[in-house]
């Protein structure tokens, strides 16, 4: 009887597993080649983002990287439409001549907030010593 038990716990516990990592997984594309059209050209090679991979087995919330401030707060949940980053970082790369403070060039340009994002973090798990992606130009834009 016990063992029946634990035959049937174990069966739900992995059929709630499985469905979990499902959900994750079916409304969000698996891979994305980052191309995104601010840019009028590609100097660098295009990456191509493990999304799944970030979200499933690096444990990353969606609201690290995807949100929507409202009075400064994030207010992006799960199920909520995603827009693209360059739906409001709408400008491609801060012109060298053009003077504005960080988070304002943040606001505006896809350049200064995907690699706030991507570089950023990376940078930051590296200095805590903790398993991390590139941090380097060539590491990240590899051929
Ligand atoms: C952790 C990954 C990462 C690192 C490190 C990184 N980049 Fe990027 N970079 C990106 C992503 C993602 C984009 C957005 C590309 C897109 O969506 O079109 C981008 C865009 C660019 C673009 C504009 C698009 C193009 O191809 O012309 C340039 C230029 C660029 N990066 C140069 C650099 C340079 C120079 C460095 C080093 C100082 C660097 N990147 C480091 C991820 C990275
Ligand atoms: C580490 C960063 C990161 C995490 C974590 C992440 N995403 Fe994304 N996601 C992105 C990037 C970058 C894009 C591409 C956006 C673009 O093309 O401008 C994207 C694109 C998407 C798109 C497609 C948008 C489109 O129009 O092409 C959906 C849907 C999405 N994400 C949902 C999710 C969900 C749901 C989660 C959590 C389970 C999640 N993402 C976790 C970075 C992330
Ligand atoms: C609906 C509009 C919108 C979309 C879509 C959007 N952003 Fe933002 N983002 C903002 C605004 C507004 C700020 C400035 C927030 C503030 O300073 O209060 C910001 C700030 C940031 C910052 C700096 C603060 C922080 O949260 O770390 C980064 C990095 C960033 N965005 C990256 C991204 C990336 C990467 C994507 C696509 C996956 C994206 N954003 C999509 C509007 C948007
Ligand atoms: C919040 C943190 C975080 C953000 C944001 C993030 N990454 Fe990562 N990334 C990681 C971690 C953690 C790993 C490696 C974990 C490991 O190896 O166990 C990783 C690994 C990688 C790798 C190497 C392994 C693989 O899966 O391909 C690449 C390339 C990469 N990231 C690119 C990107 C790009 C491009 C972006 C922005 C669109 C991005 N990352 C945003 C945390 C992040």
Same mark, same amino acid.
């Given at each position: 009887?016990?063992?029946?038990?634990?035959?049937?716990?174990?069966?739900?516990?992995?059929?709630?597993?499985?469905?979990?990592?499902?959900?994750?997984?079916?409304?969000?594309?698996?891979?994305?080649?980052?191309? &995104?059209?601010?840019? $009028?050209?590609? =100097? @660098? #090679?295009?990456?191509?983002?493990?999304?799944?991979?970030? /979200?499933?087995?690096?444990?990353?919330?969606?609201?690290?990287?995807?949100?929507?401030?409202?009075?400064?707060?994030?207010?992006?949940?799960?199920?909520?439409?995603?827009?693209?980053? &360059?739906?409001?970082? $709408?400008?491609? =790369? @801060? #012109?060298?001549?053009?003077?504005?403070?960080?988070?304002? /060039?943040?606001?505006?340009?896809?350049?200064?907030?995907?690699?706030?994002?991507?570089?950023?973090?990376?940078?930051?798990?590296?200095?805590?010593?903790?398993?991390?992606?590139?941090?380097?130009?060539?590491?990240?834009?590899? =051929?």
């Amino acid at each position: 009887m016990k063992k029946r038990l634990l035959i049937l716990f174990t069966n739900i516990f992995v059929c709630m597993f499985f469905s979990a990592t499902l959900i994750i997984a079916a409304d969000m594309p698996e891979e994305i080649a980052m191309e &995104s059209d601010v840019y $009028s050209t590609h =100097k @660098k #090679p295009i990456i191509k983002f493990t999304h799944v991979k970030h /979200a499933k087995d690096y444990s990353i919330a969606c609201a690290e990287c995807h949100h929507d401030y409202q009075d400064g707060k994030n207010i992006w949940k799960q199920g909520d439409a995603v827009l693209k980053c &360059s739906g409001c970082h $709408s400008g491609a =790369k @801060k #012109p060298k001549d053009v003077e504005m403070s960080k988070a304002e /060039a943040m606001k505006k340009y896809h350049y200064t907030a995907i690699h706030a994002n991507c570089k950023g973090c990376h940078t930051a798990l590296k200095k805590e010593g903790k398993d991390t992606g590139p941090t380097t130009c060539t590491k990240c834009h590899v =051929k």
